[in-house]
């Protein structure tokens, strides 16, 4: 029998559209100084919809201070880096970054890469690949790029149950005191939104004589009195072997970096393939990061009232019974359970409400925990709150899926 590509390709998608999990991307206008409304382009025709799943958690991508250093790093400086860090790509706003960065963490050091998948992917892949005898422990629920860090570096890798302390310290103790160990995980867990006990991880990383890898993604702009992230917020930036963090979520523009020492930090300048032959990131793009940085250093406003409304729309479900599960950060995941009715809740919110939530299945999250993810932020409204509410009941109603009974007072 000869292999028909295309046969291939056509039958594995139908499979994956039967089985609920074909992603469709909604085309989207964002309409600069009015985010979180957005123009929806569907089958030739257009509405007005309220995102409710962006990572643009505070609304930076819009920031005056932000588009101001973009604009004028655009007629200043041009377009791209036109070359890789090493060829002709440094630029004064890149410099500037890493050295913002490193101050933002508490650091020596900090390096850019493209992304912050690239950022894990590059500083784990070299880590496990040069020096010699690495074994990485990665928590079970770790990030795509993490993973794919670690399985390409070809270390040895120890999955420990998410946020489980006893089952960690169970596999460092299993393993000889002179091998060199690195722990892997995240402040907070994108999907579930839970945050892991960081000052408990980094007692056992002393214990037993392990570098620390934290993914600071969730919370970088958001968390500390000067977006640091959790480890800042809990005073243990200095007990953390690598920071990283990106610039494409609560910064609102694009990169990814590492923190560390500075010989940490040398060491992957120099040898990462994927920060060494790539081209560098657009001038204007660090411009734009290094002011929503400084910004987000200085000013509380955006945080606080992230907090509010994430407080707002809990309280919301609660008094509707809607199921989301209960965590201490700013993602609230409402729980759905069924990769259909998940596709069919954001069609309908889409269509009828104008609300646009991406509905999370298979792979993101495992089979049978489908939901909306719904970030709140500080450019949604009360009346955005309020009509995102009365469609979920609706709906809730409509699908007649299941309610939390209300707590007895
Ligand atoms: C989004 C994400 C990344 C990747 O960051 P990008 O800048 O979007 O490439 C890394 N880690 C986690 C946990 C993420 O959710």
Excluded at 11 to 17: C, E, I, M, N, P
Excluded at 119 to 140: E, K, Q
Excluded at 312 to 334: C, F
């Amino acid at each position: 029998m000869t292999f028909h590509p295309d046969r291939f390709f056509s039958d594995a998608l139908t499979r994956l559209r039967e089985e609920g999990n074909y992603r469709r991307f909604a085309d989207l206008e964002r309409r600069c100084g009015q985010f979180p409304r957005a123009l929806e382009r569907c089958e030739g025709t257009s509405r007005d919809v309220t995102v409710w799943c962006s990572n643009d958690y505070l609304g930076m991508g819009q920031h005056p201070d932000v588009l101001y250093a973009m604009h004028r790093a655009v007629d200043e400086v041009g377009a791209g880096a036109g070359g890789t860090r090493n060829i002709s790509g440094t630029t004064r706003a890149h410099v500037e970054l890493e050295a913002e960065l490193a101050g933002l963490h508490d650091k020596e050091a900090a390096l850019l890469f493209t992304s912050g998948y690239v950022s894990n992917w590059a500083t784990l892949g070299t880590l496990g690949a040069r020096i010699p005898g690495l074994v990485i422990l990665s928590d079970a629920l770790n990030h795509a790029s993490m993973i794919e860090g670690i399985r390409h570096s070809g270390a040895r890798k120890v999955i420990w149950r998410h946020n489980d302390l006893a089952d960690l310290e169970a596999h460092l103790a299993a393993l000889p005191a002179e091998t060199p160990k690195l722990i892997a995980f995240e402040s907070v867990y994108s999907m579930d939104g839970d945050i892991a006990p960081i000052a408990e991880i980094c007692d056992l990383a002393d214990r037993y004589g392990a570098m620390t890898y934290l993914d600071e993604v969730h919370a970088v702009g958001l968390y500390g009195p000067r977006g640091g992230g959790v480890a800042e917020e809990r005073g243990l930036m200095d007990r953390l072997t690598v920071i990283e963090g990106t610039l494409g979520k609560a910064f609102g523009v694009m990169g990814g970096y590492i923190a560390a020492s500075a010989a940490l930090v040398d060491f992957i300048r120099s040898f990462a393939s994927g920060f060494i032959f790539t081209t560098a990131l657009p001038p204007a793009v660090a411009s734009g990061a290094l002011a929503s940085v400084r910004h987000l250093k200085m000013s509380q406003s955006e945080r606080a009232a992230q907090k509010a409304r994430v407080s707002q729309v809990r309280a919301g479900l609660d008094r509707l019974g809607i199921p989301h599960l209960d965590n201490p950060s700013h993602i609230i995941p409402v729980m759905v359970g069924d990769p259909v009715k998940c596709r069919y809740l954001s069609d309908v919110l889409m269509s009828r409400h104008g609300i646009y939530i991406q509905p999370i299945n298979y792979p993101t999250v495992p089979k049978g925990t489908e939901r909306l993810r719904i970030t709140p932020s500080p450019v949604h409204s009360g009346t955005d709150v309020a009509k995102l509410l009365a469609a979920l009941g609706e709906l809730w109603s409509q699908c007649q899926l299941a309610r939390v009974p209300q707590a007895a007072e």
